[in-house]
């Protein structure tokens, strides 16, 4: 047994959130800490978080991330000593892990062949069956195709998954209920699954109906000792890829959660796993359990195990590395209350989830910690972004994970959905207010939790707005209100009297939001508003302009409350008692635009082109795939509105487009309406 060896500096071979996160504990540590980045993360927060950081020229992940040979030498060049690396990119490579041991480096993280041994979710379900794990039946889907396919197919079983082998986090994952979808699901995850991971190999794996995902966190020393951490359950999810995560789950108990944590320990011994990592499982409605796969890494959703067992898994990853034994608070954990985290993303639940890009004009979650351990019953913030930052389109769209922690599920549930309710988040669209209607909803209070919960429940009643409609009149008038305010400042004369103001009857005042128009009137009787003819009550009863925030402190059908409006260009961002709204001022007198083509396909998202399926002149019948367009690491099938012939193609694969580009035009057989890409 080799002695400890002093870590002194580390690079993370990483970006955003997790990077940072890591960083936290390294100087908490007294570590010194380097980052590498692309050049589209040249101005992000993790680079200026880090100590010297490192450029890795070029901007997709395959030029950047993904490229151990150069995340090695930006190691040696900046005397790093160690190499964390994160979640995502390199993080499940044995390749690369083995690359930073051979240049010297210490590997903060499993052995190579730890990694190769699940590195392959097909490899790594066989060796979980000899050593006794439950597994469900499976079968390699790589080069099948026709008939061969069809009874691969067969013989694993309707209702089936199509998964890629490499990688996670649901890309390279369909969902198969009927022959006819088979082919195009097996080549749509295999394209997307050589995206993300450099492989494209896939299998089929019997699909569990309404299961919960249940993983367990496992922990591995040099000196012996294997140790799991309890479960998390990571069941509401969305394209098969984790939105709410929580520790302990609802439905767990003592003897299954033993079972659960023996076939995990089980499974780490069968490699010899040294480290972080996280076995996870399917559990039905009965109370079996399936090995689904395992992660040799830290998970995104480690905060909630680090607030129920009091432990930094950083600390102790980076102990583990540096040859430490596992502490005894590890060895012998306990489990204390309640915690659930959210992935915030830049995404438009209502829109097929479809993930947002540009400047995030404002970001602030009230929080009583970040990347730490709150003391006691709290909110933390685990964030890559910052105010005025730019989501670009290279990247997973995450911006933060929101963890609550509390005594007991309920509570945290509600302090969670509390802060999410009151935090500042402008420039973008987020899926903000479904995590908040997701977390208050009586179901998940009630525990009833599964990988079909979005679905179930409908986006429909989750992605609404939380602000109803009466409030958005509301906040519609405080905006123009605001407005108002703002433009009375730079007033010559009189800049004291609000906007609006007359001493006799007069015309009202006319703002006009992509929401609706508001009207109002100020004189000696007080306020008069309407938004497209329906009166809002409300009085004014103080206003405070600083820059060009505006807070209103006004009463509304009888309720006092206070109204913070961000006026950033001609957008006005609105955070009230109900939640917010984001209104856009429509101009005076608007430009002559373009005019689209009938039957227009636009792109809703920068993006590129992956596949295009139809030719100039074809035939399709509505909802038939036209093109498919690839951003921020998901593909997005682009489909006929209508049946119709496809009269001109705009774009090929490879092309790169910006949103609203034009890239197929329809002809519909009885309808000349165009319509957007989704």
């Known amino acids: 047994m080799t002695a400890p060896r002093n870590l002194t500096s580390v690079l993370v071979a990483n970006r955003g959130e997790i990077a940072r996160r890591v960083f936290a504990t390294a100087r908490a540590m007294g570590m010194r800490t380097v980052a590498v980045y692309s050049d589209a993360d040249a101005d992000a927060p993790f680079v200026a978080d880090a100590d010297v950081a490192v450029r890795l020229p070029g901007n997709s992940p395959a030029d ?21 690396p994160g979640y995502g990119f390199l993080s499940e490579n044995a390749g690369f892990a083995r690359a930073v041991a051979e240049a010297g480096l210490v590997y903060v993280g499993p052995s190579p062949e730890a990694v190769e041994a699940m590195g392959s979710k097909l490899a790594a379900k066989e060796l979980m069956q000899q050593a006794g794990v439950p597994t469900l039946p499976s079968i390699d889907a790589t080069g099948l195709s026709g008939d061969t396919l069809a009874k691969a197919a067969d013989e694993v079983g309707y209702p089936l998954l199509v998964k890629a082998s490499f990688g996670g986090g649901g890309r390279g994952m369909r969902e198969v209920r009927t022959p006819g979808e088979l082919a195009e699901a097996v080549e749509g995850a295999g394209r997307e699954a050589a995206s993300a991971f450099g492989d494209g190999t896939v299998f089929l794996e019997r699909l569990v109906e309404r299961p919960r995902h249940i993983e367990v966190q496992v922990f591995g020393d040099r000196h012996g000792t294997t140790v799991a951490l309890f479960e998390r359950e990571c069941s509401i999810q969305r394209r098969h890829q984790k939105v709410v995560e929580e520790a302990p789950s609802p439905a767990v108990g003592p003897e299954l959660r033993e079972r659960l944590q023996e076939a995990a320990v089980t499974a780490a011994r069968a490699i010899d796993y040294l480290g972080a990592g996280t076995v996870e499982f399917l559990l039905d409605d009965s109370g079996d359990f399936f090995f689904l796969e395992m992660n040799t890494r830290l998970q995104v959703e480690h905060p909630v195990t680090e607030a129920v067992t009091g432990l930094d898994l950083v600390r102790l990853q980076f102990d583990v590395a540096a040859g430490r034994p596992l502490p005894a608070g590890a060895v012998s954990p306990t489990l204390t209350g309640s915690a659930i985290e959210v992935r915030l993303y830049a995404e438009d639940p209502a829109r097929g989830w479809l993930p947002q890009s ?75 207010d479904l995590l908040a209607r997701v977390l208050r909803s009586e179901a998940f209070l009630a525990g009833e939790t599964d990988t079909g919960f979005l679905d179930r429940h409908g986006l429909h009643t989750l992605a609404a707005p939380l602000v109803d409609e009466a409030g958005r009149r509301v906040h519609a008038v405080v905006a123009a209100l605001a407005g108002a305010a703002l433009r009375r400042t730079t007033a010559p004369v009189l800049a004291g009297l609000p906007s609006g103001w007359r001493n006799n009857p007069t015309a009202p005042q006319t703002t006009a939001f992509d929401a609706g128009t508001v009207r109002y009137r100020l004189d000696r009787t007080g306020l008069t508003a309407d938004v497209d003819g329906e009166q809002v009550r409300l009085a004014v009863l103080r206003t405070a302009v600083e820059g060009r925030r505006v807070r209103l402190e006004v009463e509304a059908d009888g309720l006092r409350g206070t109204y913070d409006v961000h006026v950033d260009g001609d957008r006005s961002h609105v955070d009230g008692p109900d939640g917010s709204t984001t209104l856009v001022e429509l101009p005076r007198f608007p430009a002559p635009t373009a005019s689209v083509a009938p039957g227009s396909l636009t792109a809703s998202m920068p993006g590129a082109v992956t596949r295009v399926a139809v030719a100039e002149g074809d035939r ?21 509105p209508a049946t119709g012939v496809v009269q001109s193609l705009h774009v090929a694969v490879g092309a790169q487009v910006e949103t609203g580009a034009t890239l197929a035009v329809v002809v519909a057989e009885n309808s000349e309406e165009s319509s957007d890409a989704s």
């Not at 993904?66 to 005397?79: F, I, M, N, T």
């Not at 972004?385 to 922690?405: Q, T």
Request: hydrophobic letters at 50%; glycine letters at 10%.
């Open 358 to 432: 540009g400047r995030l004009a404002d970001f602030a979650v009230p929080a009583d910690a970040e990347f730490a351990l709150t003391q006691g019953p709290g909110i933390r913030v685990d964030s890559g972004v910052v105010a005025g930052g730019e989501v670009g389109v290279h990247y997973d769209p995450m911006l933060a994970k929101v963890i609550a922690w509390a005594p007991n599920r309920t509570s945290a549930a509600l302090a969670l959905a509390g802060a999410l309710t009151r935090a500042r988040l402008h420039g973008l669209t987020t899926n903000r």
């Open 620 to 640: 399709v019948e509505a909802g038939q795939l036209v093109l498919v367009l690839e951003a921020m690491k998901m593909e997005h099938p682009v489909v006929a």
């Open 64 to 84: 950047t991330y993904l490229r151990a040979d150069l995340v090695v030498a930006a190691a040696l060049q900046a005397g790093a000593d160690c190499v964390h």
